[in-house]
């Protein structure tokens, strides 16, 4: 299958292989079905294979993403928007501090991220940011 398995490295020669199959149904004009027939390609593989091909790109793009942004947050920010929503406080103590004025923020990965009050707004966003575009 297209997939990585556990302990197995992705196949250079199986994707240049696939991504050339790509190039060719896209020129052909050829719907999928018609063009694996043609090609005498499992439908299956072909669609197992664009997913995984897409997939690769995406992870390709996003860490060509994170290397770029590290020099420079401003690119950084214009290609990989933050993962959260702004939070505007009017008046008054939020309500998402303790009782000792600390902020808590919980990640998506879960993980509890604690500042004090004293933090300013764009450097809480800043460290969120940071915190959450962490490669895995």
Request: hydrophobic share 35%.
């Amino acid at each position: 299958m297209a997939g990585r398995k556990r302990g197995r490295k992705p196949d250079p020669a199986k994707e240049a292989f696939w991504r050339d199959a790509m190039r060719r149904w896209k020129r052909s004009g050829l719907g999928i079905r018609e063009f694996c027939r043609r090609e005498r390609l499992a439908e299956g593989s072909f669609y197992a294979w664009r997913r995984e091909l897409a997939r690769r790109e995406r992870n390709q793009a996003s860490t060509t993403s994170l290397r770029d942004g590290r020099r420079s947050g401003r690119a950084r920010s214009a290609a990989i928007p933050p993962l959260f929503l702004p939070i505007h406080v009017r008046g008054g103590a939020p309500e998402a501090t303790l009782g000792d004025g600390t902020i808590e923020v919980r990640l998506s990965g879960g993980e509890i991220l604690r500042a004090g009050s004293a933090v300013s707004p764009e450097r809480l966003a800043r460290l969120i940011e940071a915190l959450e575009a962490r490669p895995c």
